[in-house]
């Protein structure tokens, strides 16, 4: 199986609402990853977790809140976002072992809309 | 720090002409480059990676890249294209010693035209 899933493929919400994006792999992968994605423009790293550990958060506001709970999972947890969050949001996946020449595998993503 | 800059917005090509997506890259040792290809609402999905060795890399679907160390340049080749070719491409890079990110360039759009 070499395939990244993400659900939901849309999430419309409000700006007080709470939801979650979820990522799974069936890969093996130990590295997994989430970006932010506005129109016509490249992938903006926002986490990454390396073993189900946060190794790097890119500044990200504290209203998004990455969780791996566990090697296969990742969730991005959303609350109180703004309009200008609005993007498609990718998760990604690649193996940690072997150096950093590894590619990494995308899911289709969530296109997220803030009202 | 390192950077990937894809100077042209939009390229067009007719079906069956050979077709060049350019990349050139900065990094502060040896990279590692990666081209990334995306259709409307997709995600991205690999299409061929420079590691070491032969500057010649063929990648999925009849592409191929060739590393340039003096140009610092990996451009995305395929002798033939296709108008299912069309997407937006992207050419990454990351340096050897550096953290496991990605720097992604600012993609160019390829149109086939039948």
Known sequence: ?115 | AQSVAQPEDQVNVAEGNPLTVKCTYSVSGNPYLFWYVQYPNRGLQFLLKYITGDNLVKGSYGFEAEFNKSQTSFHLKKPSALVSDSALYFCAVRDRAGRRALTFGSGTRLQVQP
């Open chain 1, 1 to 115: 199986d070499t395939e990244v899933t993400q659900t939901p493929k849309h999430l419309v919400m409000g700006m007080t609402n709470k939801k979650s994006l979820k990522c799974e792999q069936h890969m093996g992968h130990r590295a997994m990853y989430w970006y932010k994605q506005k129109a016509k423009k490249p992938p903006e790293l926002m986490f990454v977790y390396s073993y189900e550990k946060l190794s790097i958060n890119e500044s990200v506001p504290s209203r998004f809140s990455p969780e791996c709970p566990n090697s296969s999972l990742l969730n991005l947890h959303l609350h109180a976002l703004q309009p200008e969050d609005s993007a498609l949001y990718l998760c990604a996946s690649s193996q940690e072992t072997g150096g950093l020449y590894n590619e990494q595998f995308f899911g289709p993503g969530t296109r997220l809309t803030v009202l």
